[in-house]
């Protein structure tokens, strides 16, 4: 005879496979992060050492359980170059870790990962350029490769474009209105110009260059440059020059 016990198995049971699989669901949709960075000597304005900064202090703590974080660098061979970092951090499982074990160990994860990022991106000396364009290019066909994930991409450079489409650092490259509608076609005329559609783009480390060369009037003609760029992208830009924190939360 069934004792009186076994409704009460049942159906805490039944709550613990719910609870499982309601703990699985919520972590389906996850977020598949791109950070752009320049390399050592690379972009006007010897940034370099604050955007290592920005990477250690803005990106990695909102980096949580699930995301996929790439660190790409932003080069003379911004297109061709190979991912210096790409992890994915420990998710919940339904009978898994605690949730306070798996954060510490993704934490340790990720202060891991910073001195061998910084040392790649170091080593990785250029002659000087940043083909941010490029770069964008190379993210985006990462991003094709994850159709379900939230993508949000991080430009973390001084935001200076020096390549044979874009050279800001030239104070003879005119950013006005006419001319940057001019070089967006250009650049979709090369076939260079990325599809970004559903990205939450955020710069960051923006420069005024070295030296503070570049006035007022120049630094809002290169925001307006790619808020353009990212829009003919089909891009959402989130956020310019404002902390990095603020396109993770």
Not at 96 to 109: D, F, I, K, W
Not at 140 to 147: I, K, L, V, Y
Not at 192 to 214: F, K, M, T
Request: glycine letters at 8%; hydrophobic letters at 45%.
């Amino acid at each position: 005879m069934p004792s009186r016990r076994e409704p009460t198995r049942f159906a805490l049971g039944v709550l613990a496979v719910a609870c499982a699989t309601l703990l699985a669901g919520c972590w389906t949709h996850t977020r598949y992060i791109q950070v752009l960075a320049n390399v050592r000597d690379t972009a006007p304005g010897a940034a370099w050492p604050r955007e290592m900064r920005i990477l250690k202090t803005e990106i990695l703590p909102h980096v949580g359980a699930g995301d996929t974080l790439v660190v790409a660098p932003i080069g003379d061979h911004a297109y061709t170059d190979a991912p210096v970092a790409d992890v994915t951090l420990e998710r919940p499982s339904a009978f898994g870790a605690n949730p306070l074990q798996l954060t510490l160990r993704n934490r340790a994860m990720l202060r891991g990962l910073f001195p061998a990022v910084e040392r790649r991106l170091e080593a990785d000396r250029s002659s000087g350029h940043t083909e941010i364009v490029a770069a964008t290019m190379a993210a985006a066909d990462r991003f094709n490769g994850e159709p379900d994930a939230a993508k949000i991409l991080i430009i973390d450079s001084t935001a200076y474009e020096q390549s044979s489409l874009v050279n800001m650092a030239d104070v003879r490259q005119q950013l006005d209105p006419r001319s940057i509608a001019l070089l967006i076609a250009t650049i979709r005329r090369a076939n260079q110009l990325p599809g970004l559609s559903g990205v939450r783009v955020c710069v960051v480390g923006i420069s005024a260059g070295e030296g503070g060369w570049a006035v007022e009037r120049r630094v809002l003609a290169i925001r307006a440059f790619w808020a353009a760029f990212f829009r003919a992208a089909g891009a959402q830009l989130a956020s310019y020059g404002t902390p990095a924190t603020g396109c993770l939360g």
